[in-house]
């Protein structure tokens, strides 16, 4: 039910955390794009690239796709260049991207593929056909917060031996996970956090394994003019704050996700009457229940679990008939929200939508069955100066 109570609160924390976002953001503004990130990027495919966190800046094959917001995917084969923002004191700013790269993976093992993690300061050049071959920078870090890195976590999926990359001129042959980093006219680095590796540059090559890394020349158009150093043990302070690439392995590696257009048929009864297009609830006792909550990165860090306790499962009593007007009455029962404007824009689909102190919202309810429904609650306050958009969706299911 659309309570204004669960507008004020939403408004309520909003407001008691805009002062302290200032003081200590960072680590909130790292998990959160990389929380997002793994939200969004969960249907990520073979050889697909997506737009985790802001911001990204792309340079595409085919200028007519969009790469430009959150959860956006295209083929890695569309891909140019990406350059990712650098973290942004203060505000929800660190580019993060995530790719699915089949390098030489055979089709044997359909759907698998080399993850690869850019996050922070990144700079990449497509030099191959689909990521096999690229030509990076990172940037060296940022001050005053260590969890705000730039590089490339690249991670090869278990059960396919080595697989081959080449990055500034380099061949990396890699079982396992490495992080990549680049400063032009410097070297680069590929420290390797486990599994083994083989890097060859200028004729010569280092084997090595987890703990290590190995340095590798290269001048200012990121092209290597030097042999890889002797392997060295990784410096403890450069891998204790990176991100981990394991929790977008398991999305990543199948190219499979849930289907999202696996849901009911919005327009088909299931054992109930259909009255003007809609199915008719069954009368009784519904119960609804948050399912989700999201909050966009532009919102104040940990939102979602301080709204949370603001949202109750609540109980609604139908009774024998079904109407646009009876319906709304009772989702919006004592304490709802004045003025707000209702509509049946389709079959099955009731909308709702109010604004208050510079936030809109909209509340969108679909009868999928005479015994279920699914409810979409989104605040969005940019009227505020504010980017922030939280989305928490319900199931309303029959219960006696």
Sequence with gaps: MIKRSLVLAILSVLTSVSMVMAQDVCPDVVGEALTTTNAVCSGIGRNEACYGN?????????DS????????????????RLTLSP??????????ALMNVQANIPDTTPGQGVTFLLFGDVDIENAGD???????????????????QSGIIINTPEGVGTVSLIANDVTIDLGSTAVLTAQPDDVMTIALTEGNATVTADGESQ????????TVPIDENLQAIGVPSEPEPIPEENTEDLPDVMEFVEEADDGTSEDSDASPEATEAVGGAVIGGNIVPQSGIWTSSPASITASAGCPPGMGAMIAPSIETTTIDFGNSFDLEQFISLVTAEGSLPGMV???????????????EGASLTWTMTIQSD??????????????GVSCVIDIDFTMQLSE
């Design 54 to 62: 802001i911001n990204i800046t792309a340079t595409l094959a085919d």
């Design 65 to 80: 796709l969009i790469f430009q917001s959150q959860g956006d995917i295209v083929e890695v084969t569309e891909i140019e």
């Design 87 to 96: 973290y942004v004191e203060d505000s929800q700013i660190w580019g993060v």
């Design 130 to 148: 689909a990521m096999e071959a690229f030509y990076f920078s990172s940037g060296v870090g940022t001050a005053g917060c260590n969890e705000a």
């Design 207 to 214: 084997t090595f394994e987890g703990g290590f890394q190995v």
């Design 342 to 356: 209702y509509t049946n824009p389709e079959p099955n689909v009731f909308e709702m939508s109010y604004s208050e």
């Design 371 to 384: 015994t279920e429904m699914t409810a979409d609650f989104v605040m969005d306050m940019s009227g505020m």
